[in-house]
C-alpha cells in the first residue's frame, strides 16, 4: 500500500504551516482536555466517596426504625419507637451476621477537667469498632461484661480528648454525662470528617444498656448496626431480617426499614455521576466546534492546494490517493490534538489535586474514548474536504490560479 | 518499418458542452508518431492544440474516435485507469513548471514515484530521482527548493521529474513560455538530448523558432490538422547557443 507515502506528504503538509496546524489542534486540545480533566475530577471525588463508604464497612446493614403515622402525618423513618434490644439480639443470631450493635443517639454536655463540651453520646455494643472499621488508639474498648453491668464506661473520640483533655491522656480519667461519673476506658483512632462534612471524632461511646438505662430512659434502640460475613451475603442477611423482624413485630405494615452502604454509596456517588455527565456533554460540545475548526482548514487548504492536487493527478495520482492524503491530513491534526489533550487535561488535573487536595483518576477507559473519538471526529471532519479535493478534475485543477 | 506507433489517434473528436453552445474543439484527427520522434504541434489559440495535447496526456477522453498509447487504448479508460497510464507512460512537462514549493528538487522528481502500482523502495526512489537530476544537469541542486532555483533550472526538475518513471513519452505543453531566448534554447538542448537517447518527445508550442528544434511539425488549425511536415533547417541547440552568445558579444563591443 501507499498510505506510508501519503503520511509522509500529511505530514510534510502539517509542518509546513506550524502555526496553522497548532490552531486548528487547539479546538481538539481544548475539547479533548476538557474531557479528560473533567472525568478525572469527577471519577476521583466517586473513589472519594467509595473509599470513605468502604472504610464505614462495606458489608455493614442498618436497620432503621418504622414511620410514625399520627392522624394521617407520617412521620418519616426512625420516627417511631419499634426496634428493641431483644430484636437486635435475635438479629444475632442469624445466619452469616458475625457482629450486631444496638445504637442509641443522643447530644450532650459532657464535662471534665474544669472544662466542657456538647458532643454525640452514642450507645453500642463492644463490637461497634470491629463493624465500623474503627482503631482504638490507647485503653481498651468496652467489654459485654460492662453492657450487662450497666457500666459507667466510655471510649471518646479524639475531638473530644482534645477539647476536654488537652495535653493529657484521657484514658483512666473520668468524664461526666448528666452529673454521672464514667470512666474513660479507651480512647478512639481519628476517623475525620464523613461525607456529610460531620467530624465523626467528635463522639463519646458509652455501653448501650448504660444509655438506655442511666444517661437517657429509653426502652428502644434508633438503629441496628448488623455486619454480615461478606459483601455477598449482605443480600441474603438482609431479607433475613426483614422476615425476622416481620414475625416478630406481628405488624402488616412493615415498621422499619433495612439499608445497606452500598446503597447509601450509590446516592452519594449518584450525584458526582450526574456532574460528571454534564461535564462531559459540555466538553463533548466543544469537541464537535474542534472538528467543525478541523473541517474548515481542510476546506480552505484544499482550495489552496487545489494547483498541487492537479500535479499529483496529472502524474499519475488515484483519486483514492488523494482522498486518503487529506483524510490522513485531518486525522493526523486530530489525533495530535487529542493527545496533547490527554496531557493537558491530565495535567490540569493533577494541578487540581495538588493545590485543592482533590483526589483524581484518570480512567484508561476515558482514554481510550478520548483518542478513538478525535480519531473519529478527523476522519468525519476531514472527509468531507478530502472528498471534494479527490474529484476535482486534473486539468481544471492545474489551470487554477 | 515494423515498429508499432507510441501514438496512433484515429478519427478523435471532441465536443465540449458548455451551456448552450456545443463547441467543437477536435474535429476528425488521425495521427501516428513512432518511437523517437520529436513533433511540434503548432497552431493559434483556439486552434485544438490544448485539447489535443490533454487527449494524449490522457487527462481528458476524446468524445469519439480512439487512441492508442503504447498499444494501449486510453479512450475507453475510466478515470482510475487513465491516473495509472499518466503515471507509468507519460512524463508531463509544463508551461509554469508546476513544481511543488517548500518541496526540494529531489523530492519533486521522487513525487510521481510515490504513485506508481508497483512499490519502489525508499532508497531505489531516491538512487533513481539522482539519475533523473543528473540527466538534466542539476546533480548539485538536488537539495535547493524551486524558489532557490533559476527559470531554466525549474524546467530542468520538472523534465526529470517528467523521466523518473521512465514513460514511454515525454509531453511538453510550451515548456518555454516563461523563459528568456537563451534559456529556452537550453531547455531545447535538454530535449534534443534526450530524442538522441531514444525518447519520444511530443511539445505543444506556438513559437515557431522553437518548434524548428524539433524533427517533425504538425500545424493545426479549427480542429483540423492543416500541415505534418519534417523540418526542414533543423535548428542545433548548441550552435544556436554560440550564435547568441557570438551576438551579445558584438553588442557589448559595439556599445
Known amino acids: 500500500m501507499r498510505i506510508f507515502a501519503s503520511i509522509r506528504i500529511a505530514g510534510r503538509a502539517l509542518r509546513r504551516n506550524k502555526m496553522r496546524s497548532l490552531l486548528t489542534m487547539l479546538g481538539i486540545i481544548i475539547g479533548v482536555g476538557a474531557v479528560i480533566g473533567a472525568v478525572s475530577l469527577t471519577s476521583g471525588a466517586t473513589k472519594q466517596v467509595e473509599d470513605q463508604v468502604s472504610s464505614l464497612g462495606e458489608s455493614v446493614v442498618t436497620v432503621f426504625s418504622g414511620n410514625f403515622t399520627s392522624g394521617g402525618m407520617r412521620g418519616g423513618w426512625g420516627s417511631a419507637p419499634t426496634l428493641t434490644v431483644p430484636d437486635a439480639e435475635a438479629i444475632a443470631g442469624l445466619k452469616n451476621v458475625v457482629a450486631i450493635s444496638p445504637e442509641v443517639r443522643d447530644r450532650e454536655q459532657v464535662l471534665a477537667n474544669g472544662l466542657n463540651w456538647n458532643t454525640q453520646v452514642l450507645g453500642e455494643s463492644p463490637d461497634y469498632p470491629q463493624i465500623r472499621n474503627w482503631t482504638i488508639a490507647s485503653g481498651s474498648m468496652f467489654s459485654d461484661v460492662d453492657v450487662r453491668s450497666l457500666a459507667k464506661s466510655a471510649v471518646i473520640g479524639k475531638t473530644v480528648a482534645d477539647e476536654l483533655f488537652p495535653n493529657e491522656n484521657p484514658v483512666g480519667q473520668t468524664v461526666r454525662i448528666r452529673n454521672l461519673p464514667f470512666l474513660v476506658v479507651g480512647l478512639l483512632g481519628s476517623k475525620g470528617f464523613n461525607l456529610f462534612g460531620q467530624d465523626q471524632d467528635d463522639v463519646v461511646i458509652v455501653p448501650y444498656s448504660s444509655h438506655m438505662h442511666r444517661i437517657t430512659t429509653r426502652t428502644f434502640v434508633n438503629d441496628i448496626l448488623v455486619e454480615a460475613a461478606s459483601d455477598q451475603a449482605i443480600d441474603g442477611v438482609q431479607q433475613d431480617i426483614t422476615d425476622l423482624l416481620l414475625t416478630r413485630h406481628h405488624s402488616k405494615e412493615q415498621d422499619f426499614t433495612v439499608r445497606n452502604q452500598l446503597e447509601l454509596m450509590q446516592a452519594v456517588t449518584a450525584t458526582s455521576r450526574t456532574m460528571g455527565f454534564l461535564l462531559a456533554g459540555v466538553a463533548a460540545v466543544s469537541l464537535v466546534v474542534g472538528g467543525i475548526g478541523i473541517m474548515n482548514i481542510m476546506l480552505v487548504s484544499v482550495t489552496e492546494r487545489t494547483r498541487e492536487i492537479g500535479i499529483r493527478m496529472a502524474v499519475g495520482a488515484r483519486a483514492a490517493d488523494i482522498l486518503v492524503q487529506f483524510l490522513i491530513e485531518a486525522v493526523t491534526l486530530s489525533a495530535i490534538g487529542g493527545v496533547i489533550g490527554i496531557g493537558g487535561g491530565m495535567t490540569f488535573s493533577w494541578l487540581i489535586a495538588r493545590f485543592q487536595h482533590l483526589p483524581t483518576v484518570t480512567p484508561v477507559a476515558w482514554i481510550v474514548i478520548a483518542v478513538v473519538s478525535s480519531a473519529f471526529i478527523g476522519i468525519v471532519s476531514g472527509f468531507y474536504p478530502a472528498w471534494k479535493a479527490s474529484k476535482l478534475d486534473p486539468i481544471d485543477a492545474l489551470r487554477y490560479e | ?255
Not at chain 2, 474516435?65 to 503504447?70: C, F, K, R, S, V
Not at chain 2, 526542414?232 to 547557443?241: G, H, K, P, T, Y
Open chain 2, 1 to 255: 518499418m515494423q515498429t508499432n506507433p507510441v501514438i496512433k489517434l484515429d478519427e478523435i473528436h471532441k465536443v465540449y458542452h458548455t451551456g448552450e453552445v456545443d463547441v467543437h474543439a477536435v474535429r476528425g484527427i488521425s495521427l501516428d508518431i513512432f518511437p523517437g520522434e520529436f513533433v511540434a504541434i503548432m497552431g493559434s489559440s483556439g486552434s485544438g492544440k490544448s485539447t489535443l495535447m490533454n487527449m494524449i496526456g490522457a487527462l481528458d477522453r476524446p468524445t469519439s474516435g480512439h487512441y492508442w498509447l503504447d498499444g494501449i487504448d486510453v479512450s475507453t479508460l475510466g478515470r482510475d485507469a487513465l491516473a495509472d497510464v499518466r503515471n507509468e507512460k507519460i512524463g508531463f512537462v509544463f508551461q509554469g513548471f508546476n513544481l511543488l514549493s517548500r518541496t526540494n528538487a529531489r523530492e519533486n522528481v521522487e513525487m510521481p514515484m510515490l504513485y506508481n502500482r508497483q512499490h519502489i523502495p525508499a532508497h531505489e526512489q531516491h538512487t533513481r530521482a539522482m539519475q533523473a537530476l543528473e540527466l538534466v544537469g542539476l546533480g548539485q541542486r538536488a537539495d535547493h527548493h524551486p524558489n532557490q532555483l533559476s527559470g531554466g533550472q525549474q524546467q530542468r526538475v520538472a523534465i526529470a521529474r517528467a523521466l523518473v518513471n521512465r514513460p514511454a513519452l515525454l509531453l511538453a505543453d510550451e515548456p518555454t513560455g516563461n523563459l528568456d531566448s537563451q534559456t529556452s534554447i537550453e531547455i531545447m538542448g535538454v530535449f534534443q538530448k534526450l530524442n538522441q537517447q531514444g525518447i519520444t518527445l511530443v511539445m505543444v508550442t506556438h513559437e515557431l523558432d522553437v518548434a524548428r528544434f524539433t524533427k517533425r511539425m504538425v500545424i493545426l488549425r479549427d480542429g483540423k490538422i492543416v500541415t505534418d511536415e519534417a523540418v526542414q533547417n533543423r535548428s542545433v541547440a548548441e550552435d544556436e547557443l554560440q550564435r547568441l552568445r557570438q551576438e551579445q558579444q558584438a553588442i557589448k563591443l559595439a556599445s
